[in-house]
Structure formats: C-alpha cells, structure tokens
C-alpha cells in the first residue's frame, strides 16, 4: 500500500490533513471516506490503482462547456467519497468502498496510455470524489501532463487548500459543485458546511485552471431562492461573472427518492436570477432548456450549439467569437 500524502501524527492516531474533517484515525480503523487506514501509525491509501469506473465522456457530461468543446475524455474514479449527500447519483460506488476496493489494478501509466488510444484529450477525475483517491490522481496527472493530455478535476471542492495547490499545478479545468450556498442547507444534503467550497472557487480564480461550477437544485433543500439569489450575487461580487454556472435538474434517487423532481418553473426562475445578478453563462443541465448554447457575451449570437452533450457547431477562432472578434471565456481549439 502507498503511504497517505497530508496527514501528520497525533497522540496515538494519525490526522488528516486532506479535507476539512481533519481526520483522526486509531490504530487499525479505516477512514470515513474509505479509502485510508491507520497501520502501525502510517497512514496508508487503500485504493491506489483501483478504479472502479472507467469511461469515454463528452467533455460535455462533467459538465464542462468552454473547454475543449465537442472533445473526449478519459474519466475514472476510484471508490470512496469524503462527503455523504442524501442525493449522490453515485451512491453504489461513493458509499460502498469496502466492498470495491478490490478491483483489477491499473498503474497511472496505463489510464494515460487507454487515454491516448481512445483519443481523448483530456483525464478526468470524476463520479465519485477525486480528492480521497489524491496520490492516484496526482501520479496520474503528471503523467498525463507528459503525455500531452489534459486533467479535469470534477469535484465537491471540499479540500484543504495546501493539497488543492500542489493538484492545482497538474490541472487545467475543473468543474465544482457548489451544493449549496447556505451552511444550513449544505449540511443537511452532505454534512458538510459550504465555506471549504467557496475557498476553493476563490483558489481556482487565482490559477490559470479553468473553471465552471455546478448547483443542484433539490426541491425543499437547495431551491430557496433568497439563497441562490445570495449565491449569484456572491459569485458576481467575487470576480465569478465569466465563470459558467450550471444549475442542474434534480431527479429522485438515493435517500431522496421520495421527492419530486426540480420543477422546470424553479430552474426558470433559478436562471432568471442568476442572469440579472450579472452572471454572463448560466445554463441549465438535466433538460432540454434553451440555455445549452453558448452565446457571445456581445454580439449575442450563438457561438457553440449544443444537441444534449452533443456540439453541433462552433462559431469560435482563435479564442474569438467569429461574427464581432469578442473573445469568449475559456479555452478552445
Ligand atoms: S480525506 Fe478522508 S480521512 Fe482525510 S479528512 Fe477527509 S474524510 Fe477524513
């Protein structure tokens, strides 16, 4: 097993020091998050090698709508979440680490290698919560850096900021989900409070790593519209008005079953909000809404047009809208 980055000792147990639970791990007991235990007072990852989904997505799906348009990439995941949302459409792989960490080993060598023979571009740490399977995702990214892929990082944001500097020099995109504005209500969906998250939006506006955020909105948990008012005027207020933002449908699953889906009058007004608050690309995901194209920010006319996850044209050259030279935020080919 590989030994933890980011913990340190503490009386007779280990501390990690990778998220903001702070950790702290007896001798013998496994993390919350699954997938690190405490042997002879080393922390030890136990999932390095193990993924547990592999697939071939449309950039589209992470989502991510200005990078790399129309292009593949590579993602996998790892079992094991550092979070416990009431909502996660990932339930079977986040929550159920013990039983699939025994699965077939890959080196990061060889996810750069399937990368490169699938032809994608990029490598995406996704599904399930890149940040409890760190030392993997960074091996593997700077090998992919190497090899001339991209890495996209699609995260709950709730890490340390000393681990997300040292990943952050490997990334070029991320896409965070910024569950909910309010402590109140992120803590009843995940039983974490939101302020990590918000940190590291404001890291990721500091880096070159492009970024784009994603909110849910849960009937009766996060489609209180005086937050999601707060929350757009908090992203104006701190420099995110460029940054995409992608409220998405929720549909019934997990420990929310019982619920009703997001009623498209709630997404409607959600992006009415976000759009007066000063937001200049707000979409919104899990239906067929006329937001999934992309419109310059000037000329207004449509710059990328998308069929689901699928681009179906592109008006951009070199950064630029191609009808008024307005460059679009992002990164394009
Ligand atoms: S990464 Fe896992 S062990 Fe470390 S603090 Fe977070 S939940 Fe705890």
Known sequence: MKEAKYYEKFNNQVKCLLCP??????????????????????????????????????IEKK????????????????????????????SDISQNVRILNHSAYQSPKKLVESALKNNCSSISYTYSEPTTFFEYMIDTAKLAHIHGLKNVLVSNGFINPQALSELSQYLDAANIDLKCFDDYSAKRISGAFSNPVLGTLKFFLKTKVWLEITNLIIPGYSDDLKFITDMCQWLVSNGFSYSPLHFSRFFPTYKLSNLTPTPETTLEEAYRIAVNAGLRFVYIGNINHYSKDTHCPLCFRKVILRDGYRVTDINIKNGKCIFCDRQIPGLFN
């Open 63 to 90: 989502p991510l709508y200005h990078f790399y348009p129309g292009s593949r990439t590579f993602s996998f995941c790892t079992a094991g979440c550092n979070l416990h949302c009431k909502n996660c459409q990932n």
């Open 21 to 58: 639970h702070f950790c702290k791990i007896s001798e013998g007991q496994i993390s919350p998050c699954g997938n690190r235990i405490n042997l002879d007072g080393k922390f030890y990852v136990t999932n390095y090698g193990n993924p547990v989904a592999i697939n071939i997505d449309p």
